[in-house]
């Protein structure tokens, strides 16, 4: 079996624009244990308070995963991560130092033997805590391989029970891949008894073929993010190394834990919690990943789906059918159907997202899923105590500039604005700007339609930046104006509250 190390919350997370609050992470966390994976890295504990603290509350609702967080090889970091990941029925502490001679020159500027030391005392600090540690050796690709295979038999040595052989910077080909993989397994002492696992970037397109050519050459786990989101060019796709599995048994003889049917809602979930969505040709969960759009296509799947489909939509949970509540259902089919979106959701947040459900209903002839979707994700996007958005007024014309008047409050204290611009929400931008001071800069601005038709829902996703830092907000509202500016509301907000939580810890 090859185990499935999923890092959607850390490496994933890493990705521009992709931050997620605590309980965004905890809709992800739960539906990666529902689907399967059999590690879920839910952060870098030490990296701020909010990720200690999503770390340590993913540790606490995740029922069958092992949780694991990401640590660098010194003592207080090791520390730090142990008490975030202790309260986990499965925990685990994922540890690494870089190996290359590259990065120990210029970023660590230490020797072989300092970094061996380091891992080797950062392993044993781990195991004094917890049974289940990994080992990374970052940047391993370009490391030299008898140097590898060094660190990996002292890492094994110290306790490891699975090393990480990262690349890193993307760089590697997939003949190189297995090579090195398989002087590991043929070289390393211990090898066999603990579980060596692959990590790809996908600078070059190459992170699925990459990693499926080192569990060719004997790795047993697959490090990887749904849809693979992650820093740069991203990391393996979940989706498509578990399905290249599947698909192609005959090749890999082996398969992984996941549910494939459960695929298309952890997708989907991550597009809407993100707001990054997938293209369109996008392997396996992209919306024309089954669409047949050739006459030849169309004739020779009638007379037989194999000759040109070779897994099925429903293989990977794409469904028909995607009903329709409507003005008439009831708090109970609401509350069937939400959860059936895979999303947990507890008394209270049901009394709101039924009343907005039942406006929405007022507004709009068909409720779907997607719309169902947006209302929660509008919920969780929220931050306790921000500003609120109290009532706004636009005028516009052509040829001449616009006018939005902005109302807000936080703390009982109200204040408005006016600005103007090329067109109502530039000019509603302008306003905000105002209000917020001069050094916020709109980096992206993005309206979605979920559903079609003209009632349909406009869903906002913007991107701010202050000081080198980049917030994300949400917005979903049937008239764009008010989305938009929600959305930005909501990017402030989201930029105070994560200030204060990413003063680092040390
Ligand atoms: O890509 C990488 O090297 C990593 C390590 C920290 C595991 O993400
Ligand atoms: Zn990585």
Known sequence: ??????TTLRDGEQSPGCSMNLEEKLQIARQLDKMGVDIIEAGFACSSKGDFESVSKVAEVVENATVASLSRATKKDIDIAW???????HPMIHTFIATSDIHLEYKLKITREECK?????AIKHAKSYCDQVEFSC????RTDIDFLIEMVEAAIEAGATNVNIPDTVGYTEP???????KALKDNVKGIDDITLAVHCHNDLGMATANSLAGVMAGANQIECTINGIGERAGNTAMEEVVMALETRYDVYKDKTNIKTTEIARASSLVQTITGVKVQPHKAIVGANAFAHESGIHQHGMLANQQTYEIMTPESVGFTKTNLVLGKH???????DKIEELGYTISDEELNIIFDKFKNLADEKKEIFDEDIEALMIGEMAKVEGGYKLLDYQTTTSEGKDSKTIIKVSKDDEETEVVGSGRGPIDAAFDSLGKLFGGSITLEDFKINSVTKGRD????????????????????LSNDIIKSSIDAYINAVNHMEYFSERRKEII
């Open 117 to 121: 030391n380091m891992a080797i005392e």
């Open 456 to 475: 349909a829902l406009g869903e906002t996703k913007i991107i701010i930046s202050k000081d080198g830092s980049k917030y994300s907000g949400k917005g």
């Open 175 to 181: 003949f190189e891949y297995y090579k090195m993989i």
């Open 329 to 335: 259902s009831g708090k109970h089919a609401l509350r």
């Open 138 to 141: 970052e940047d391993a690709t």
């Open 83 to 89: 008490d975030a990941v202790k309260h986990a029925k």
């Open 1 to 6: 079996m090859i185990k499935i190390f999923d």
